[in-house]
Protein backbone atom coordinates (compact mmCIF):
# COMPACT_ATOMS: atom_id res chain seq x y z
CA UNK A 1 0.00 0.00 0.00
CA UNK A 2 1.40 3.16 -1.17
CA UNK A 3 -0.13 6.66 -0.16
CA UNK A 4 1.16 9.97 -0.53
CA UNK A 5 1.28 12.58 2.22
CA UNK A 6 -0.14 16.05 1.52
CA UNK A 7 1.63 19.09 2.21
CA UNK A 8 -0.35 21.10 5.29
CA UNK A 9 -0.34 24.85 5.52
CA UNK A 10 0.36 26.08 9.11
CA UNK A 11 -0.28 29.72 9.65
CA UNK A 12 1.79 31.95 11.50
CA UNK A 13 0.21 35.33 11.16
CA UNK A 14 -2.21 36.84 14.04
CA UNK A 15 -4.77 34.94 15.09
CA UNK A 16 -3.79 31.81 12.73
CA UNK A 17 -2.82 28.97 13.99
CA UNK A 18 0.54 27.18 13.85
CA UNK A 19 2.07 23.68 14.34
CA UNK A 20 2.26 23.25 17.99
CA UNK A 21 0.41 26.66 19.10
CA UNK A 22 3.95 28.01 19.62
CA UNK A 23 3.27 30.50 17.46
CA UNK A 24 6.15 32.91 18.39
CA UNK A 25 8.44 29.76 17.19
CA UNK A 26 6.60 29.88 13.87
CA UNK A 27 7.09 33.54 13.46
CA UNK A 28 10.81 33.53 13.93
CA UNK A 29 11.43 31.06 11.24
CA UNK A 30 8.99 32.62 8.50
CA UNK A 31 10.18 36.15 8.83
CA UNK A 32 13.40 34.46 8.60
CA UNK A 33 13.03 32.29 5.52
CA UNK A 34 10.48 31.40 2.92
CA UNK A 35 9.79 27.63 2.42
CA UNK A 36 11.51 27.24 -0.45
CA UNK A 37 15.00 29.37 1.40
CA UNK A 38 14.58 27.01 4.45
CA UNK A 39 15.13 24.03 2.09
CA UNK A 40 18.43 24.70 0.56
CA UNK A 41 20.07 27.16 3.22
CA UNK A 42 21.68 26.24 6.55
CA UNK A 43 22.05 30.45 7.73
CA UNK A 44 19.63 33.27 6.46
CA UNK A 45 22.90 35.28 7.25
CA UNK A 46 23.69 34.18 10.41
CA UNK A 47 26.66 32.63 12.03
CA UNK A 48 26.39 28.27 10.96
CA UNK A 49 26.31 27.53 14.82
CA UNK A 50 23.27 30.13 15.37
CA UNK A 51 21.70 28.02 12.53
CA UNK A 52 22.03 24.82 13.71
CA UNK A 53 20.55 26.41 17.06
CA UNK A 54 17.82 27.44 15.35
CA UNK A 55 17.24 23.99 12.93
CA UNK A 56 17.66 22.10 17.07
CA UNK A 57 15.27 24.45 18.44
CA UNK A 58 12.50 24.30 16.06
CA UNK A 59 12.90 20.58 16.14
CA UNK A 60 12.87 20.64 19.59
CA UNK A 61 9.74 22.50 20.45
CA UNK A 62 7.63 20.81 17.83
CA UNK A 63 8.93 17.50 19.93
CA UNK A 64 8.22 18.66 23.29
CA UNK A 65 4.32 17.95 23.16
CA UNK A 66 4.60 14.73 21.80
CA UNK A 67 7.53 12.58 23.29
CA UNK A 68 5.61 11.43 25.75
CA UNK A 69 2.48 10.72 23.87
CA UNK A 70 4.68 9.05 20.95
CA UNK A 71 3.57 5.14 21.23
CA UNK A 72 6.46 2.60 21.70
CA UNK A 73 6.94 0.37 18.82
CA UNK A 74 4.65 -2.80 18.92
CA UNK A 75 7.16 -5.82 19.74
CA UNK A 76 4.05 -7.97 18.03
CA UNK A 77 4.56 -8.75 14.10
CA UNK A 78 1.80 -5.96 12.91
CA UNK A 79 -0.07 -6.52 9.60
CA UNK A 80 2.45 -4.20 7.47
CA UNK A 81 5.38 -2.43 8.00
CA UNK A 82 4.86 1.41 7.31
CA UNK A 83 7.76 3.92 5.90
CA UNK A 84 7.51 7.02 5.96
CA UNK A 85 9.95 8.21 3.26
CA UNK A 86 10.59 12.22 2.08
CA UNK A 87 12.14 13.43 -1.09
CA UNK A 88 10.99 15.88 -3.58
CA UNK A 89 7.79 14.97 -5.61
CA UNK A 90 6.99 18.79 -6.83
CA UNK A 91 8.98 21.73 -7.87
CA UNK A 92 12.35 21.43 -9.38
CA UNK A 93 13.57 19.62 -7.28
CA UNK A 94 11.78 16.51 -8.33
CA UNK A 95 13.88 15.80 -11.02
CA UNK A 96 16.19 14.44 -8.76
CA UNK A 97 13.86 13.48 -6.40
CA UNK A 98 11.43 11.68 -8.23
CA UNK A 99 13.92 9.21 -9.55
CA UNK A 100 14.10 7.96 -5.54
CA UNK A 101 10.41 7.95 -5.20
CA UNK A 102 9.84 5.83 -8.32
CA UNK A 103 12.83 3.43 -6.38
CA UNK A 104 11.25 3.44 -3.51
CA UNK A 105 7.98 1.81 -5.45
CA UNK A 106 9.84 -0.24 -7.55
CA UNK A 107 11.92 -1.64 -4.18
CA UNK A 108 9.24 -1.90 -2.02
CA UNK A 109 7.02 -4.01 -4.78
CA UNK A 110 10.40 -5.82 -5.26
CA UNK A 111 10.53 -6.85 -1.53
CA UNK A 112 7.18 -7.59 -1.05
CA UNK A 113 6.79 -10.26 -3.90
CA UNK A 114 9.53 -12.07 -2.10
CA UNK A 115 7.28 -12.29 1.40
CA UNK A 116 8.49 -8.73 2.76
CA UNK A 117 10.05 -8.12 5.80
CA UNK A 118 9.77 -11.23 8.08
CA UNK A 119 6.31 -12.13 6.61
CA UNK A 120 5.15 -8.59 6.78
CA UNK A 121 4.08 -6.21 3.87
CA UNK A 122 5.78 -2.54 3.42
CA UNK A 123 3.73 0.34 3.39
CA UNK A 124 5.31 3.72 2.17
CA UNK A 125 3.47 7.07 2.82
CA UNK A 126 5.67 9.76 0.80
CA UNK A 127 6.17 13.15 2.19
CA UNK A 128 6.66 16.11 -0.23
CA UNK A 129 9.64 17.62 0.79
CA UNK A 130 8.53 21.23 -1.30
CA UNK A 131 6.34 22.07 1.32
CA UNK A 132 9.12 23.24 3.78
CA UNK A 133 10.31 22.57 6.67
CA UNK A 134 7.37 23.52 8.78
CA UNK A 135 5.51 20.88 6.97
CA UNK A 136 8.51 18.12 6.93
CA UNK A 137 8.85 18.43 10.51
CA UNK A 138 5.17 18.07 11.40
CA UNK A 139 4.69 15.51 8.50
CA UNK A 140 7.72 13.32 10.24
CA UNK A 141 6.18 13.94 13.99
CA UNK A 142 2.46 12.63 12.67
CA UNK A 143 4.04 9.75 10.84
CA UNK A 144 6.68 8.54 14.20
CA UNK A 145 3.00 8.85 16.45
CA UNK A 146 1.76 5.90 14.70
CA UNK A 147 3.51 2.70 16.07
CA UNK A 148 3.39 0.87 12.72
CA UNK A 149 5.64 3.19 10.96
CA UNK A 150 8.80 2.16 13.15
CA UNK A 151 11.40 3.79 10.08
CA UNK A 152 11.43 7.09 8.65
CA UNK A 153 13.66 7.57 5.10
CA UNK A 154 14.75 10.95 5.22
CA UNK A 155 15.92 12.70 3.65
CA UNK A 156 16.15 14.19 0.25
CA UNK A 157 18.03 17.75 1.44
CA UNK A 158 20.86 18.18 3.48
CA UNK A 159 18.89 21.19 5.50
CA UNK A 160 16.07 18.99 5.84
CA UNK A 161 18.29 16.17 7.43
CA UNK A 162 19.47 18.61 9.93
CA UNK A 163 16.32 19.75 10.98
CA UNK A 164 14.88 16.19 11.82
CA UNK A 165 18.21 14.81 13.25
CA UNK A 166 17.34 16.24 16.78
CA UNK A 167 13.97 14.90 16.25
CA UNK A 168 14.97 11.74 15.57
CA UNK A 169 16.33 10.88 18.55
CA UNK A 170 14.06 12.81 20.73
CA UNK A 171 11.62 10.58 19.45
CA UNK A 172 13.96 7.44 19.32
CA UNK A 173 12.45 6.83 15.57
CA UNK A 174 15.91 4.97 13.72
CA UNK A 175 15.39 7.42 10.24
CA UNK A 176 18.07 6.20 7.21
CA UNK A 177 19.37 9.43 5.52
CA UNK A 178 18.82 8.33 1.84
CA UNK A 179 20.22 11.53 0.18
CA UNK A 180 22.09 13.61 3.31
CA UNK A 181 25.52 14.76 1.97
CA UNK A 182 26.51 17.30 4.33
CA UNK A 183 29.25 16.16 6.16
CA UNK A 184 27.61 18.12 9.39
CA UNK A 185 25.00 15.56 9.81
CA UNK A 186 26.54 13.43 12.03
CA UNK A 187 29.81 15.15 13.10
CA UNK A 188 29.19 15.30 16.68
CA UNK A 189 29.05 11.51 16.51
CA UNK A 190 26.48 11.00 19.63
CA UNK A 191 23.49 10.08 17.02
CA UNK A 192 21.65 7.01 18.60
CA UNK A 193 18.77 6.79 15.81
CA UNK A 194 19.94 8.63 12.96
CA UNK A 195 21.91 7.08 9.89
CA UNK A 196 23.42 7.48 6.58
CA UNK A 197 24.22 4.06 4.68
CA UNK A 198 25.84 6.66 1.92
CA UNK A 199 29.13 8.73 1.82
CA UNK A 200 29.14 12.50 2.63
CA UNK A 201 30.27 15.63 0.72
CA UNK A 202 33.80 15.17 2.31
CA UNK A 203 34.47 11.55 0.09
CA UNK A 204 32.50 12.85 -2.52
CA UNK A 205 34.18 16.02 -3.60
CA UNK A 206 37.90 15.03 -2.30
CA UNK A 207 36.84 11.94 -5.18
CA UNK A 208 36.82 14.37 -8.20
CA UNK A 209 40.11 16.62 -7.29
CA UNK A 210 41.94 13.39 -7.05
CA UNK A 211 40.59 11.91 -10.22
CA UNK A 212 40.95 15.74 -12.27
CA UNK A 213 44.97 15.53 -10.85
CA UNK A 214 45.41 12.02 -12.03
CA UNK A 215 44.14 13.05 -15.69
CA UNK A 216 45.41 16.69 -15.56
CA UNK A 217 48.31 17.02 -13.54
CA UNK A 218 49.40 20.44 -14.94
CA UNK A 219 46.11 21.99 -14.12
CA UNK A 220 46.58 25.98 -13.46
CA UNK A 221 43.25 27.42 -13.01
CA UNK A 222 39.85 26.37 -11.89
CA UNK A 223 36.80 28.27 -11.56
CA UNK A 224 33.25 27.01 -9.67
CA UNK A 225 29.75 27.33 -10.51
CA UNK A 226 27.72 25.45 -7.74
CA UNK A 227 24.80 26.62 -6.33
CA UNK A 228 24.08 29.65 -3.83
CA UNK A 229 22.98 27.36 -0.79
CA UNK A 230 24.98 24.96 1.91
CA UNK A 231 25.63 21.97 -0.43
CA UNK A 232 26.84 24.32 -3.38
CA UNK A 233 29.02 26.10 -0.54
CA UNK A 234 30.18 23.20 1.61
CA UNK A 235 31.17 21.28 -1.70
CA UNK A 236 33.38 24.36 -3.29
CA UNK A 237 35.47 24.30 0.36
CA UNK A 238 35.91 20.60 0.09
CA UNK A 239 37.24 20.72 -3.35
CA UNK A 240 39.20 23.78 -3.39
CA UNK A 241 40.56 22.67 0.16
CA UNK A 242 41.77 19.18 -1.63
CA UNK A 243 43.02 20.80 -4.43
CA UNK A 244 44.94 23.41 -3.05
CA UNK A 245 46.33 20.51 -0.26
CA UNK A 246 47.24 18.21 -3.40
CA UNK A 247 48.52 20.99 -5.90
CA UNK A 248 49.05 24.28 -3.88
CA UNK A 249 49.74 26.59 -7.05
CA UNK A 250 45.92 25.96 -8.01
CA UNK A 251 44.73 29.26 -8.88
CA UNK A 252 41.08 29.71 -8.09
CA UNK A 253 39.64 32.54 -11.02
CA UNK A 254 36.07 32.22 -10.30
CA UNK A 255 33.70 31.33 -8.01
CA UNK A 256 29.87 31.80 -9.12
CA UNK A 257 26.75 30.53 -7.07
CA UNK A 258 23.98 31.16 -8.84
CA UNK A 259 20.28 31.37 -7.42
CA UNK A 260 18.87 27.74 -6.61
CA UNK A 261 16.18 27.30 -9.82
CA UNK A 262 17.49 29.99 -11.89
CA UNK A 263 16.44 29.32 -15.28
CA UNK A 264 18.91 31.34 -17.32
CA UNK A 265 22.81 30.97 -16.94
CA UNK A 266 24.43 33.92 -19.35
CA UNK A 267 25.95 35.74 -17.02
CA UNK A 268 27.14 32.59 -15.18
CA UNK A 269 28.72 31.33 -18.82
CA UNK A 270 29.90 34.91 -19.90
CA UNK A 271 32.13 34.93 -16.69
CA UNK A 272 33.69 31.56 -17.35
CA UNK A 273 33.90 32.07 -21.30
CA UNK A 274 35.82 35.24 -20.56
CA UNK A 275 38.02 33.59 -17.51
CA UNK A 276 38.91 31.00 -20.27
CA UNK A 277 40.02 28.37 -16.65
CA UNK A 278 41.58 25.20 -17.52
CA UNK A 279 38.63 23.44 -15.04
CA UNK A 280 34.95 24.41 -14.60
CA UNK A 281 33.91 22.53 -11.17
CA UNK A 282 29.99 22.48 -11.12
CA UNK A 283 27.90 20.75 -8.33
CA UNK A 284 24.50 22.43 -10.19
CA UNK A 285 22.23 19.69 -10.40
CA UNK A 286 18.39 18.75 -11.15
CA UNK A 287 16.80 21.51 -13.61
CA UNK A 288 19.68 23.80 -12.76
CA UNK A 289 22.31 21.18 -13.96
CA UNK A 290 20.00 20.38 -17.19
CA UNK A 291 19.20 24.36 -17.81
CA UNK A 292 23.21 24.95 -17.98
CA UNK A 293 24.12 22.21 -19.86
CA UNK A 294 21.89 23.16 -22.75
CA UNK A 295 22.79 27.10 -22.62
CA UNK A 296 26.98 26.09 -21.74
CA UNK A 297 26.92 24.17 -24.49
CA UNK A 298 26.56 26.51 -27.36
CA UNK A 299 29.05 28.77 -25.87
CA UNK A 300 32.09 26.46 -26.18
CA UNK A 301 32.16 26.11 -22.17
CA UNK A 302 32.95 22.48 -22.98
CA UNK A 303 35.51 22.65 -25.65
CA UNK A 304 37.49 25.64 -23.80
CA UNK A 305 37.58 23.89 -20.65
CA UNK A 306 38.15 20.21 -18.86
CA UNK A 307 34.54 20.53 -16.97
CA UNK A 308 33.64 18.59 -13.98
CA UNK A 309 29.93 17.66 -13.66
CA UNK A 310 29.82 16.12 -9.95
CA UNK A 311 26.15 15.17 -10.59
CA UNK A 312 26.27 14.75 -13.60
CA UNK A 313 25.27 10.75 -14.15
CA UNK A 314 21.74 12.11 -13.25
CA UNK A 315 21.52 13.95 -16.78
CA UNK A 316 22.88 11.53 -19.43
CA UNK A 317 19.63 10.15 -20.67
CA UNK A 318 18.12 13.65 -20.83
CA UNK A 319 20.95 16.39 -22.50
CA UNK A 320 23.67 15.97 -24.67
CA UNK A 321 26.69 15.58 -23.14
CA UNK A 322 30.19 15.74 -24.98
CA UNK A 323 32.96 12.64 -24.65
CA UNK A 324 35.23 13.49 -21.51
CA UNK A 325 33.07 15.58 -19.24
CA UNK A 326 34.11 14.08 -15.55
CA UNK A 327 30.96 13.09 -13.70
CA UNK A 328 30.25 10.48 -10.90
CA UNK A 329 27.73 9.56 -8.38
CA UNK A 330 28.39 10.66 -5.22
CA UNK A 331 28.87 7.21 -4.21
CA UNK A 332 28.91 3.67 -6.09
CA UNK A 333 25.27 3.75 -7.29
CA UNK A 334 26.40 3.15 -11.02
CA UNK A 335 24.03 0.75 -12.25
CA UNK A 336 26.30 0.02 -15.03
CA UNK A 337 29.38 -0.21 -12.96
CA UNK A 338 31.75 -3.42 -13.15
CA UNK A 339 30.01 -4.65 -9.81
CA UNK A 340 26.79 -3.96 -10.93
CA UNK A 341 26.68 -5.69 -13.98
CA UNK A 342 27.67 -8.47 -11.91
CA UNK A 343 24.32 -8.92 -9.66
CA UNK A 344 21.79 -10.35 -11.38
CA UNK A 345 19.63 -8.85 -9.01
CA UNK A 346 20.78 -5.32 -9.97
CA UNK A 347 20.74 -5.84 -13.50
CA UNK A 348 17.02 -6.94 -12.63
CA UNK A 349 16.11 -4.17 -10.99
CA UNK A 350 18.00 -1.83 -13.70
CA UNK A 351 16.28 -3.57 -16.51
CA UNK A 352 12.94 -3.25 -14.46
CA UNK A 353 13.41 0.17 -13.61
CA UNK A 354 13.14 0.72 -17.23
CA UNK A 355 10.33 -1.10 -18.39
CA UNK A 356 8.24 0.79 -15.28
CA UNK A 357 9.58 4.15 -15.71
CA UNK A 358 10.43 5.06 -19.30
CA UNK A 359 14.92 5.38 -18.21
CA UNK A 360 17.34 3.47 -16.44
CA UNK A 361 17.80 4.47 -12.94
CA UNK A 362 19.99 7.72 -11.99
CA UNK A 363 22.09 7.38 -9.14
CA UNK A 364 19.35 8.94 -7.06
CA UNK A 365 17.02 5.74 -7.58
CA UNK A 366 20.21 3.43 -6.77
CA UNK A 367 20.42 5.45 -3.42
CA UNK A 368 16.92 4.90 -2.71
CA UNK A 369 16.81 1.53 -3.34
CA UNK A 370 20.35 0.83 -1.08
CA UNK A 371 18.74 2.70 1.92
CA UNK A 372 15.71 0.48 1.40
CA UNK A 373 18.07 -2.92 1.58
CA UNK A 374 19.81 -1.17 4.09
CA UNK A 375 16.69 -1.24 6.21
CA UNK A 376 15.52 -4.93 5.28
CA UNK A 377 18.59 -6.19 6.29
CA UNK A 378 18.36 -5.12 10.08
CA UNK A 379 15.19 -5.65 10.48
CA UNK A 380 16.26 -9.27 9.58
CA UNK A 381 19.39 -8.56 11.50
CA UNK A 382 17.71 -7.51 14.72
CA UNK A 383 14.91 -10.77 14.44
CA UNK A 384 18.19 -12.86 14.09
CA UNK A 385 19.35 -11.40 17.30
CA UNK A 386 15.88 -11.57 18.82
CA UNK A 387 14.69 -15.11 17.91
CA UNK A 388 12.78 -14.05 15.28
CA UNK A 389 10.64 -11.88 17.22
CA UNK A 390 9.67 -8.28 15.68
CA UNK A 391 12.27 -5.68 16.66
CA UNK A 392 11.23 -2.82 18.85
CA UNK A 393 13.24 0.91 17.19
CA UNK A 394 15.60 0.64 19.82
CA UNK A 395 16.53 -2.73 18.31
CA UNK A 396 16.28 -2.05 14.93
CA UNK A 397 18.96 1.26 15.49
CA UNK A 398 20.92 -1.39 17.63
CA UNK A 399 21.31 -3.70 14.17
CA UNK A 400 21.83 -0.52 12.34
CA UNK A 401 25.04 0.50 14.32
CA UNK A 402 28.23 -0.95 13.07
CA UNK A 403 26.40 -2.85 10.42
CA UNK A 404 27.77 -4.18 6.75
CA UNK A 405 25.45 -4.90 4.29
CA UNK A 406 25.85 -6.03 0.64
CA UNK A 407 23.53 -3.04 -1.82
CA UNK A 408 23.00 -3.23 -5.37
CA UNK A 409 25.75 -1.65 -6.31
CA UNK A 410 28.54 -2.30 -3.43
CA UNK A 411 28.71 -2.34 0.06
CA UNK A 412 27.34 0.13 2.47
CA UNK A 413 29.47 -0.13 6.12
CA UNK A 414 28.04 1.63 8.97
CA UNK A 415 30.87 3.11 11.81
CA UNK A 416 30.74 3.80 14.90
CA UNK A 417 29.46 7.57 14.54
CA UNK A 418 26.62 6.15 12.02
CA UNK A 419 28.31 7.64 9.33
CA UNK A 420 28.43 5.32 6.05
CA UNK A 421 31.90 4.05 4.40
CA UNK A 422 30.70 3.96 0.54
CA UNK A 423 33.29 3.83 -2.73
CA UNK A 424 33.43 6.76 -4.75
CA UNK A 425 32.90 6.01 -8.60
CA UNK A 426 34.29 8.73 -10.63
CA UNK A 427 35.24 8.64 -14.61
CA UNK A 428 34.27 10.74 -18.22
CA UNK A 429 31.36 10.48 -20.39
CA UNK A 430 31.89 8.54 -23.58
CA UNK A 431 30.20 6.51 -26.30
CA UNK A 432 29.47 3.05 -26.41
CA UNK A 433 27.03 1.44 -29.24
CA UNK A 434 24.64 0.15 -27.00
CA UNK A 435 23.49 2.74 -25.53
CA UNK A 436 21.75 6.11 -26.84
CA UNK A 437 23.37 8.50 -24.67
CA UNK A 438 26.78 8.43 -23.10
CA UNK A 439 27.70 6.83 -20.58
CA UNK A 440 30.66 6.74 -17.59
CA UNK A 441 34.23 5.70 -19.03
CA UNK A 442 37.51 5.20 -18.16
CA UNK A 443 36.58 4.77 -14.57
CA UNK A 444 38.14 4.84 -10.53
CA UNK A 445 36.65 3.18 -7.60
CA UNK A 446 38.13 4.68 -4.30
CA UNK A 447 37.59 2.72 -1.16
CA UNK A 448 35.45 4.75 1.17
CA UNK A 449 37.64 4.36 3.99
CA UNK A 450 40.59 5.92 1.74
CA UNK A 451 38.65 9.40 1.69
CA UNK A 452 37.37 9.49 4.85
CA UNK A 453 38.69 11.31 7.92
CA UNK A 454 38.17 9.48 11.03
CA UNK A 455 35.31 9.54 13.12
CA UNK A 456 35.41 12.87 15.52
CA UNK A 457 38.45 14.53 13.11
CA UNK A 458 37.43 17.48 11.86
CA UNK A 459 36.93 17.28 8.39
CA UNK A 460 38.31 20.27 6.63
CA UNK A 461 41.54 20.23 8.83
CA UNK A 462 41.87 16.76 7.42
CA UNK A 463 42.39 17.84 4.21
CA UNK A 464 44.21 20.52 4.75
CA UNK A 465 47.08 18.21 5.89
CA UNK A 466 46.68 15.59 2.53
CA UNK A 467 50.12 15.87 0.57
CA UNK A 468 50.43 15.66 -2.95
CA UNK A 469 51.93 11.81 -2.59
CA UNK A 470 48.57 10.97 -0.70
CA UNK A 471 47.52 10.08 -4.15
CA UNK A 472 49.91 7.84 -5.13
CA UNK A 473 48.75 4.80 -4.01
CA UNK A 474 44.98 5.56 -4.78
CA UNK A 475 43.82 3.76 -8.19
CA UNK A 476 44.16 5.43 -11.36
CA UNK A 477 41.48 6.55 -13.96
CA UNK A 478 40.55 3.34 -16.24
CA UNK A 479 41.26 1.13 -13.28
CA UNK A 480 38.34 -0.21 -12.63
CA UNK A 481 37.12 -2.39 -15.12
Given at each position: ?8 H ?7 R ?12 A ?17 Q ?12 A ?7 A ?18 F ?19 ID ?5 GG ?5 L ?16 E ?12 MV??L ?8 A ?24 K????F??N?N ?32 H ?11 A ?17 P ?7 R ?6 D?V?S ?30 ET ?6 LP ?16 D ?9 F ?9 E????PS ?9 V????D ?10 P ?11 S?V?T ?25 S ?13 K ?18 L??E?A???P????Y?
Amino acid sequence: MIRMAAAQHHSTSPGGRDIMGSRGISIVVARCLSSVEWLFRLDCGVPQGKARWMVDGLAGALALGVVAATPAAAQEKPAALGLGIFTFTSGPAAAYGMPGKNAADLMIDEINAKGGIGGVPLSATYVDEAQGAQGVIAEYRRLTGDAKNQVMVAALSSANCLALAPLAEQLEVPTVGWNCDTHQLLIDGKSKYVFRPNGNTVPEFVAYAIYLLDRKPDVKTVAIINPDYAFGHDAAKIFIAALKALKPDVEIVAELYPKLGSPNYQTEISRLATARPDVVFSNLWGADLENFVRQAAPRGIFTSSQVILALGETVLQRVPLPDGVIVGVLGDGWWMSPDAKAKPETVKFAEAYKARFGEYPAFPSIKMANALIYVKAAYDAAMQKNGSKWPTRAELADAMKGSKVETLTGTAQTRADNDGLVDQIVGVTVRMSAQQFPVIGDMVRYKGESLMPQAGQDPLAWIATLKPEFAKDLPKPGSYK
